[in-house]
């Protein structure tokens, strides 16, 4: 034994984790250290027996292990358990006679004594080494385990603390808190009533359990418990409605459940309220929030006058006597307020109760908040148990019927009744007051069984409750019971407020989870006849209960001796209750029942805790940095360990014997040898015995980590000394916001509300601290280095928030107030602010109380300074320590600098001129330099006047005798004005509507000013004006600076501007890039500026008052007008889509208009001159189903033009004033014609002829509407009688002659097109020019659409990229490059992005706007051909500007000699192959038809098709009729030759070269791939497609022919005919007029003479012969 002890003045061994042990606290007492192979990580103590953990897992059990079989003589001796050698373990516990260890998978090891199942084996008495145990999750299907992170072990039962934070137990005893009617529980099981709760530690006494748990947060009061008991199925919650009241009851009785309890008091098995009515559904009425959720309380009274309808409301609840509770059997108990339901009530489902609170909160929204209250207050109500009683008298005697009518009786009137306003501080977590009642309770209350009354919740913790925290609130109407009036009064207070000053949920954003929460709750369950349960009462509890007068008190450690416990806050106090036979809770009470604060002389702050049996160990700060370590309990004496062999019985005796002998301590001692230990970092006492562990401080390393937390824990109790002594008593003063102003008042509360989340944070980080101390105690987990980034901000906030309030003259309007509260000598404020002025007036101190915590930051980089110099330079550490240190230094040097930046302004302000103060003085407004002095006067000011410049962080202020205006400083622009002229000093500043020039007095004060200015400009910019002033400001900082940047600005001058704001780019003053301009009256614009002006692409929408809509426009713009291309959406519906200028409709530009539930009844398309229809135009009138195409002037059919209508009437001719009048010509569907005078719209009025359709006219003059009964004057002529022909000839009517030519339409178009290339007029220009603008046109709307990347596709981009290489286009043409430009036009025509692109799609648009819908009539068919050819020749005279060298109409380009190959261009029109003139001529036609062509053909070939209508059918009719021949019949029938008719032809099938027999009845066999290729005519848009196509038909007919003669052979046209003919038939075309008619129209004349043009006549010739062919 003498090796392995040795007293601990002896310095062997390692550096950490050195174990020392002793009994008592006598004078005579060393500690012994004792040697073990590493480090000691974790001790635990039994009642004679203890386990250590040692580095690298190893556990060591020493002391008296009767378990083991072999028990050595040697008790003392540590260990080893070999079983668990192979495992890690993390964690050890010991219980009285048992053990537990946790390895590092979690998995839970238990030995030593297992009567009572506390080792979890069944079928043991006693384990002799560890082994294994399981916690099963049974709710889950496969069951794994659950893994363990703690383990806590009392005398007869185990819990353990799994990694999802819920709580294990098993063994024997109520402290189980399990619902199980047999003892032991062997098998571990989990306590279900803190499902659903974040535990954070548990632990256990000899017969009572422990868990700290984590409050709930605001997401968390919404989530249901669990609400059905796990063993019998049943509610645990129910409710039930009573008239006028709810019964919430959690009386729940689970008959497996059941234990004789050992007091005789019946069941007891109550939860708390909280609990209750978190189950309930989650209404917003009934939300109880737990801590961390509570919204600050109201900041004023109501008014006490509300007396009558009060008192009126006083009904007696109780006047007619309950019965006494106990006779309600065990259900009827009372707890928290809450009325239980009586055995036989029936429970209510889920619907009822969710129905019931839905009524309730409906009730409730008049006063949300009616306040459970407290009443207490710093001076406590009564003294003693007399109020307890009388709460709980009270409370069980009014029983059931306790709950009076919510409407009738609003406890929140009452309380302002009765008290002074606001006197009812909601300040306890107690749910409510239970029902009071005057009258006859007070002999009831002495008949009362005294433990029945003990059963009220709500008693213990009214006396201990403190007011802080945050007031809970509980708006259950139901449960507002009465309230003495007496007891009301005894409660009433000061004139003050509630304000809540606990940071809500969870503190600052983001340390939630990284941080140890400080919003933590105890709750206990178990045996409590020493009161060791914390209730206010001696009884067990079954379950886990909340110990409701810890809320609030920031626990953050619990430990269990025997028959005490003890918590530990972060404001290191200890809280302790239970038996106090030996002192051992450090207070002289006898036992408590409550916790109570242990009794510690000022500045001693725990924050380590243990309880052995009967004795309590406390480590502490001292005042040195070396922790000290105080004993509370009994006095050990030597050879006292005999007195343990005695039986149990004499146990008891020994114990009393021994503290007559022994005595033991009246409140906590130091223990003297505690400062040899050295760095004491865990204190743990057991049994008799006491143990520290501590470090050697190697380096100073452990000195730096101790006072760093030291130093902490200090600050954080001073911060909450602050917070409690000073700030919260000032928000509650009544006289606060008459002296403060709103903002002020505003401010302030920021302030209050940002010191409390740095308290918070700083509580957070020692408790953090602390635990880091106790377990691993490096420098990795250290939060300040990890997360600096909180501390940063909080800090930077929490100075902002000072500054603003010291800057609006907060501090000196707080002065009143404070001297009212502090008095004239406020020492409290002397001691907590260490002000260091001579003679501090009121507001200096607190000045300096507020700007206290910033000095901490100093505290930090030197103690993290002082931590790097432990690690070698090199190291990861020491950079990490270092950077963190230059942080917090610079932090504090900023700060500084904004405390400094604070104080001027504040001492600005007392001089500044009353009037301007108000409305300049802003919060975040810092001064940096002003003129005062004179040191900057305006150029050219009057002689008398008088200019003051400031320049604060935001803006510069120009101020006046009376008037002063503000330039914000983001919208400023400085710049020196060169010296070489004058011998000025000027500085030239400029703002969005004012320039002007500043002199100096002297080139120092020049430069001084410029750099000031453009120093705050760049602050402002970079958003450092207001609050994060950079670190780095003044060094190495750009002097100047952008002059381009992003700003927002409100115009105020008079204009067109005034009051709107701009967001947007801004160069040098002016809006320049995109940004948003908004006018006051809602007028908007979203777009590019220039120069202060709109232009470029922009979006502008404008509000309608009358029609309650807003215009919207969407184009482009040019010196803030809109100007080019764009579409205007009115409100009344119609939409304009085309150019603009200068504001206005001008150019080429469609109008659709009509409501918007149609699809626009009417559309123009055409040419604007100033906002109105001037020029060639279509108007579509859909709903009168008539279309004009022709001249307009000032919004007017004015000059010639064609109206087509849906039922066939065509009239060409004149207009005037929108009508029809003067000389016309009006046919009608079946021919019949009108030529002459019209004076309206189909009004004839004059001369004219009217010719009928069989070909008689009458002449002479007419009157009257058409259609509706003509008047005529005239002769009737019939000249078919006569056989004079030539004449009747001529009365065939000419259409044409009367309407617009071809080459006057769509002017504007073209116009527009010609501008876009940079020529005034057309052709008048430079070609460079016109291809420099089509670049640029490209990539500025290439840019445009990469904004919207969705409406460019792959192809579209492609063809983009390709265009932007411009083309060869000056040089001698060749067939080549004449190739690259048809390639070149075919990509520009495909994307509108390229101006000829653009035309193309407007021709298009146009086109079909005019020839669609009504517009397909028949007789427009000459002029939609002509208007084709027009655009041909006008693109080709565009396109011939651009490339200049292309030969004109008809010109020729000489072909390569080098191959006859290349003639053969598919898809181009070839120079017939046997054309003398090598070469290929140039039109227009096979320029650009295939590219125009393709898009128009729809709308042409429907009017073609409309025109050939009667010859078609014919046609038709016949290709029908003989087709039903088979081929040789019709082959007969058309004369065909027979050599020439096939007598068997090849079929496609397997075996090659079989032939089929032409027989009488084939059909469709004979020349089929000659018919095939034919058919393809109707699927090509251009006659050059179609001519290629008759082309093959002609070759192959040859092939086939050839194949039959098996020769060479040259056609004779009358051979050729008939098979041609027979070709044609057998094709079956449909509309073969029209294709016809189409392709004589538009083929290109160069074609019409050669080879093509025979074929096509040979194919118009059948088209005849087919329409007369006679069948016989």
Aim: aromatic residues 8%; glycine residues 8%.
């Amino acid at each position: 034994m003498e090796t392995q002890r040795k007293s601990s003045g002896d310095d062997h061994g390692g550096e950490r984790g050195l174990l020392h042990t002793w009994k008592g606290y006598s004078c005579s007492v060393t500690p012994e250290r004792l040697f073990l192979p590493g480090p000691v990580l974790q001790v635990a103590l039994g009642t004679r027996h203890g386990v250590l953990l040692v580095e690298g897992g190893q556990v060591y059990s020493f002391g008296e292990l009767p378990w083991k079989q072999s028990q050595a003589t040697e008790p003392a001796k540590p260990t080893l358990e070999g079983v668990l050698s192979g495992q890690r373990v993390v964690a050890v516990a010991a219980g009285s006679f048992h053990s537990g260890a946790v390895t590092e998978d979690g998995g839970v090891h238990m030995w030593g004594d297992n009567s009572s199942g506390q080792c979890g084996l069944s079928g043991l008495s006693a384990v002799p080494n560890p082994t294994p145990v399981a916690l099963l999750d049974s709710d889950t299907a496969s069951p794994p385990t659950a893994p363990v992170m703690e383990l806590a072990c009392g005398e007869q039962h185990t819990l353990a603390l799994s990694a999802q934070r819920e709580v294990w137990a098993w063994g024997s005893g109520c402290q189980l808190g399990l619902s199980v009617a047999t003892f032991p529980v062997w098998k571990p099981q989990k306590v279900e009533h803190l499902a659903g709760r974040y535990v954070l530690q548990v632990a256990c006494g000899a017969s009572h359990s422990l868990a700290l748990v984590r409050c709930l947060s605001p997401q968390d009061v919404h989530r249901p418990l669990v609400d059905k008991c796990r063993q019998c199925n049943q509610l645990l919650f129910t409710m039930t409605d009573k008239e006028d009241h709810v019964i919430i009851s959690d009386g729940h009785y689970c008959p497996l459940a059941a234990e004789p309890a050992e007091d005789g008091h019946g069941l007891e098995a109550p939860a708390s309220l909280s609990q209750v009515l978190k189950t309930s559904p989650s209404e917003p009425a009934l939300s109880f929030h737990a801590a961390a959720s509570n919204p600050p309380a109201p900041a004023g009274g109501a008014d006490p006058t509300q007396d009558s309808e009060n008192e009126a409301s006083a009904g007696s609840a109780a006047s007619s006597g309950a019965p006494p509770a106990s006779d309600s059997g065990p259900l009827a108990q009372h707890s928290g307020g809450v009325l239980f339901g009586v055995k036989g009530s029936p429970y209510p489902d889920e619907q009822a109760v969710k129905d019931y609170l839905k009524r309730l909160s409906e009730n409730t929204q008049a006063d949300q908040t009616a306040k459970a209250t407290l009443l207490t207050s710093e001076g406590r109500l009564t003294t003693g148990s007399t109020l307890n009683s009388l709460v709980a008298s009270c409370a069980s005697a009014v029983g059931e019927r306790v709950a009076s009518t919510y409407e009738a009786l609003s406890l929140k009137k009452m309380m302002n009744f009765y008290l002074p306003s606001g006197a009812a501080r909601a300040d306890g977590p107690v749910a409510g007051l239970t029902g009071f009642t005057g009258d006859n309770t007070a002999d009831r209350v002495r008949q009362e069984d005294s433990t029945q009354a003990k059963k009220s919740s709500s008693t213990g913790d009214i006396r201990e409750e403190e007011a802080e925290g945050l007031r809970r609130r509980l708006s259950l109407p139901g449960l507002l019971s009465q309230v003495s009036p007496r007891l009301l009064r005894k409660a009433g207070r000061a004139r003050m407020r509630a304000v809540a000053l606990t940071p809500l949920g969870g503190a600052v954003p983001g340390t939630q989870e990284l941080f140890p929460t400080l919003q933590t709750e105890v709750w206990s369950w178990g045996q409590g006849e020493h009161g060791q349960l914390g209730h206010g009462d001696s009884l067990a509890r079954l379950q886990p209960l909340c110990i409701k007068s810890l809320n609030n008190k920031e626990v953050v450690r619990v430990a269990a001796g025997a028959h005490h416990s003890l918590a530990l806050t972060a404001q290191s106090q200890v809280f302790s209750w239970g038996s106090n036979s030996s002192g051992q809770l450090g207070h002289m009470e006898s036992p408590s029942t409550v916790p109570r604060l242990a009794k510690l002389s000022e500045g001693i702050r725990v924050w380590d805790i243990s309880a052995g049996d009967r004795h309590t160990l406390l480590l502490a700060d001292g005042d040195c940095i070396l922790p000290i370590i105080y004993y509370s309990g009994l006095q050990v004496k030597e050879g006292a360990d005999e007195s343990h062999a005695k039986g149990a019985g004499q146990q008891e005796e020994g114990k009393e014997e021994e503290e007559r002998v022994g005595g033991y301590t009246q409140q906590p001692v130091l223990l003297p040898f505690c400062m040899d230990l050295g760095y004491v970092s865990n204190v743990v006492a057991g049994g008799q015995r006491c143990v520290a562990l501590s470090d050697r401080n190697v380096m100073g390393f452990i000195a730096s980590l101790h006072e760093l937390a030291s130093v902490e824990r200090k600050f954080y109790c001073k911060l909450c000394t602050i917070k409690t002594q000073i700030i919260r008593p000032l928000l509650e003063l009544e006289s606060l916001s008459s002296a403060l102003s709103q903002t002020a008042m505003g401010l302030l509360h920021t302030l209050a509300g940002r010191f409390s989340l740095l308290c918070h944070l700083t509580g957070q980080h020692s408790a953090s601290l602390t635990a880091n101390l106790r377990r691993v105690r490096d420098v990795k987990s250290l939060l300040i280095l990890d997360h600096a980034s909180i501390f940063l901000d909080s800090y930077h906030e929490y100075c902002s928030a000072v500054g603003n309030f010291q800057v609006m003259g907060g501090f000196q309007t707080l002065t009143k107030p404070s001297l009212d509260f502090f008095g004239k000598n406020p020492e409290l404020l002397k001691r907590l602010s260490e002000c260091s002025e001579e003679n501090p007036t009121m507001a200096d101190f607190l000045v300096a109380l507020f700007f206290l915590p910033t000095h901490h930051l100093h505290e930090y980089g030197r103690l993290l300074l002082k931590l790097a110099t432990c690690f070698e330079v090199c190291s990861n550490e020491y950079q990490m320590l270092q950077d963190s240190c230059s942080k917090f230094e610079a932090l504090a040097q900023l700060l500084k600098r904004k405390r400094k930046d604070a104080d001027y302004t504040c001492h600005f302000w007392k001089s500044f001129p009353g009037k301007m103060t108000d409305s300049l003085r802003k919060p975040h407004r810092r001064l940096i330099c002003e003129s005062s002095n004179k040191a900057l006067t305006l150029q050219n000011a009057g002689r008398f006047s008088v200019n003051w410049f400031i320049v604060f962080n935001d803006a510069l202020v120009h101020a006046q005798f009376s008037t002063h205006h503000v330039f914000p400083l983001a919208t400023l622009w400085v710049e020196p004005i060169p010296e070489e002229n004058t011998v000025l000093y000027g500085l030239k500043v400029i703002t969005p509507e004012e320039t002007f020039n500043l002199l100096a007095s002297s080139a120092m004060e020049k430069a001084k000013w410029l750099r000031s200015i453009n120093q705050a400009v760049e602050q402002a910019l970079s958003g450092a004006g207001q609050d994060t002033a950079s670190v780095d400001s003044g060094l190495g900082q750009k002097l100047e600076p952008p002059v381009s940047r992003t700003a927002s600005y409100t115009f105020y001058k008079d204009g067109r501007l005034k009051e709107a704001t701009y967001e947007g780019h801004w160069l040098a003053g002016k809006p320049n890039g995109r940004g948003v301009l908004k006018w006051p009256d809602g007028r908007i614009y979203k777009g590019t500026f220039k120069n202060g002006l709109e232009d470029g692409f922009g979006e502008f929408w404008a509000p309608n008052k009358t029609l309650n809509k807003t215009d919207h426009y969407q184009g482009h713009w040019k010196d803030g007008k809109m100007h080019g291309v764009g579409t205007y959406r009115y409100a009344s519906g119609e939409v304009y889509d085309g150019f603009f200028q200068d504001n206005m409709r001008h150019g080429h530009g469609v109008l659709r208009s009509g409501k918007l539930n149609t699809s626009s009844p009417s559309v123009f398309i055409g040419q604007w001159l100033q906002d109105k229809k001037t020029g060639y135009g279509v108007f579509d009138d859909i709903t009168k189903g008539e279309k004009y195409m022709g001249m307009w002037q000032d919004h007017l059919r004015q000059g010639t033009g064609v109206v087509v209508t849906q039922f066939g009437l065509y009239y060409e001719g004149a207009f005037k004033d929108n009508k029809m009048t003067g000389t016309g010509i009006l046919l009608s569907e079946d021919d019949t014609t009108y030529e002459g005078e019209f004076s309206d719209d189909w009004t004839l009025n004059g001369k004219g002829v009217l010719t009928m359709a069989n070909g008689d006219y009458l002449e002479g003059s007419f009157n009257g509407e058409w259609g509706s009964g003509l008047k005529v004057a005239g002769s009737y002529f019939k000249p078919h009688l006569f056989l004079d022909t030539d004449k009747d000839k001529n009365r065939t009517v000419k259409l044409g002659r009367l309407c617009v030519r071809a080459e006057d339409k769509w002017k504007a178009v073209f116009e527009e097109c010609w501008r876009q290339l940079g020529c005034e007029e057309p052709g008048r220009g430079e070609n460079g020019t016109a291809w420099e603008n089509i670049a640029v046109a490209l990539s500025t709307n290439r840019q445009h659409i990469q904004d919207s990347p969705e409406t460019l596709s792959l192809s579209h981009s492609r063809t983009l990229e390709s265009l932007e290489v411009i083309p060869q286009h000056v040089g001698v043409i060749t067939m080549e490059r004449y190739h690259t430009i048809r390639l070149y036009l075919i990509k520009a025509c495909d994307t509108p992005l390229h101006p000829l692109g653009r035309l193309l799609e407007t021709l298009v648009a146009v086109y079909r706007m005019t020839y669609v819908g009504v517009g397909a009539n028949r007789r427009l068919l000459p002029q939609a051909v002509s208007e084709i050819k027009s655009y041909l020749n006008r693109i080709f005279q565009i396109v011939r500007f651009l490339f200049p060298d292309l030969p004109e109409e008809g010109g020729l380009i000489p072909e390569p000699t080098t191959s006859v190959q290349d003639k053969k261009d598919p898809g181009s029109n070839d120079a017939p192959l046997e054309s003398p003139k090598p070469g290929r001529v140039v039109s227009s036609s096979a320029l650009l038809l295939p590219v125009l062509l393709p898009r128009l053909y729809p709308p042409l070939f429907t009017l073609y098709a409309l025109e050939k209508e009667r010859e078609d059918d014919v046609y038709w009719e016949c290709v029908l009729r003989l087709n039903k021949q088979p081929d040789l019949a019709l082959l007969a029938f058309l004369g065909v030759q027979q050599r020439f008719w096939p007598v068997s032809i090849p079929v496609l099938m397997p075996a090659l070269g079989e032939k089929q027999q032409v027989l009488s009845s084939t059909k469709d066999v004979c020349f089929a791939s000659a018919v095939e290729t034919l058919q393809q005519i109707s699927t090509t848009f251009t006659p050059s497609d179609k001519l290629q196509l008759i082309q093959l038909t002609f070759e192959e007919i040859t092939k086939e022919v050839q194949a039959l003669l098996k020769q060479d052979f040259l056609w004779s046209m009358d051979d050729l005919f008939p098979v041609f003919l027979y070709v044609v038939l057998r094709a079956r075309i449909r509309n073969l007029g029209s294709e016809v008619s189409l392709i004589e129209d538009l083929m290109d004349p160069c074609v019409q003479h050669g080879e093509h043009g025979i074929m096509f006549t040979t194919l118009k010739a059948c088209y005849y012969q087919i329409q007369h062919e006679k069948i016989t």
